[in-house]
């Protein structure tokens, strides 16, 4: 019944910017830490950013820091991504994710997954 959706994804140039959504249903995520994880192919999922369940605080991966903006709107029941000055190195799928209560960095912690979003970015 609790779905993610991500949305948002498509083919953005090096240096270029997109913009993610993920709107949740089903319930709501008000005390869920949400996370945003990518995939590119014959790799492993990776962590992106994460936001917590109510005080705004946020990580991020090594990699998309200063680029990467993750915010959420609880009352929307919805987190996005910003990506901003895009790498070829970040194209992949794209996952938005849900954990109860305290945020996390291992998507083994997660209980709920969207189906992902490509992003492609050219060089």
């Known amino acids: 019944q609790a779905q993610l959706v991500e949305s948002g994804g498509g083919l953005a140039q090096g240096g270029g910017s997109l913009s993610l959504s993920c709107a949740a249903s089903g319930r709501t995520f008000s005390n869920y830490a949400m996370g945003w994880f990518r995939q590119a192919p014959g790799k492993e999922r990776s962590f992106i950013a994460a936001i917590g369940r109510s005080s705004g605080s946020t990580s991020y991966a090594d990699s998309v820091k200063g680029r990467f903006t993750i915010s959420r709107d609880i009352t929307k029941n919805t987190v996005y991504l910003q990506m901003d000055n895009l790498k070829a190195e970040d194209t992949a799928v794209y996952y938005c994710?849900?954990?109860?209560?305290?945020?996390?960095?291992?998507?083994?912690?997660?209980?709920?997954w969207g189906q992902g979003t490509q992003v492609t970015v050219s060089s």
């Open positions: 994710a849900a954990r109860y209560y305290y945020s996390s960095t291992d998507w083994n912690d997660y209980d709920y």
